[in-house]
T-cell receptor, first 113, second 114 residues
C-alpha cells in the first residue's frame, strides 16, 4: 500500500529564510505525488504535483519540490519565506495513480518577522 | 459562485439529532469526495462518487450516509453521531481521470457533536 510520512508536525522559520518541509513516500509503483496547502479556515489547495515528468516541480507562490527516487523523498522548499506562507502543508500520494489521495499528517509552518 | 461551496460552515448537534452537510461544485467536475479532517490525523477519505455513482466507501460507519443526486451536488446525512465524529468535513471535486489527484476542496464544515 502507498503512504506518505511527513517529518515534523511544526516548522518555524524567520521571514526571508529557507523553507524546507519533508515528505517521504512508500510506493511499489512509480508514484504521483502532491503538495497541498491549507490556510486558516480554508480548504486545501494544490501547490504542485509530480507525475513522472521532470523531477523538479515548480508550484505556486514560489514553492518547488524535487522527486528523489533513491531517497523516496519529495521535499517541499521555498528559498525565502514570507509571512503569508504560514499555513498547514500536506504531502499526498495518489493511490495507483488515481484520484484517491492518501495524505500525510501535515506540517504547520510558522513564519516569524 | 465558483469553486466548491460547503454549507453549513459550522454545525453543533446532539447525539440524537439528524442533520445534513451540503456540497456544491460549479467546476463541471464528474467526481466528488468527502474527507474527514481530525486534529493530528491524516485526512481520511470517506466516500467517492464518479458520475453520481458511489465508487468508494472507506469503511465508514452507517451513521454517515452520503447522497449524490447529480454531479454537482453531494450531501452527507448525519444521524446518531458520537462525540469522536467531531471534525472538519471537507468536500472535494475533480475532473476524474484527466488530472489524477488534482482535487478542488471546499472550505469545510466544522462539526461538533455534544
Amino acid at each position: 500500500a502507498q503512504s506518505v510520512t511527513q517529518l515534523g508536525s511544526h516548522v518555524s522559520v524567520s521571514e526571508g529564510a529557507l523553507v524546507l518541509l519533508r515528505c517521504n513516500y512508500s510506493s511499489s509503483v512509480p508514484p504521483y505525488l502532491f503538495w497541498y496547502v491549507q490556510y486558516p479556515n480554508q480548504g486545501l489547495q494544490l501547490l504542485l504535483k509530480y507525475t513522472s515528468a521532470a523531477t523538479l516541480v515548480k508550484g505556486i507562490n514560489g514553492f518547488e519540490a524535487e522527486f528523489k527516487k533513491s531517497e523516496t523523498s519529495f521535499h517541499l522548499t521555498k528559498p525565502s519565506a514570507h509571512m503569508s506562507d504560514a499555513a498547514e502543508y500536506f504531502c499526498a500520494v495518489s493511490e495507483d495513480n488515481t484520484d484517491k489521495l492518501i495524505f500525510g499528517t501535515g506540517t504547520r509552518l510558522q513564519v516569524f518577522p | 459562485e465558483t469553486g466548491v461551496t460547503q454549507t453549513p460552515r459550522h454545525l453543533v448537534m446532539g447525539m440524537t439529532n439528524k442533520k445534513s452537510l451540503k456540497c456544491e461544485q460549479h467546476l463541471g467536475h464528474n467526481a466528488m469526495y468527502w474527507y474527514k479532517q481530525s486534529a493530528k490525523k491524516p485526512l481520511e477519505l470517506m466516500f467517492v462518487y464518479n458520475f453520481k455513482e458511489q465508487t468508494e466507501n472507506n469503511s465508514v460507519p452507517s451513521r454517515f450516509s452520503p447522497e449524490c443526486p447529480n454531479s454537482s451536488h453531494l450531501f452527507l446525512h448525519l444521524h446518531t453521531l458520537q462525540p469522536e465524529d467531531s471534525a472538519l468535513y471537507l468536500c472535494a471535486s475533480s475532473p476524474s481521470g484527466e488530472s489524477a489527484g488534482e482535487l478542488f476542496f471546499g472550505e469545510g464544515s466544522r462539526l461538533t457533536v455534544l
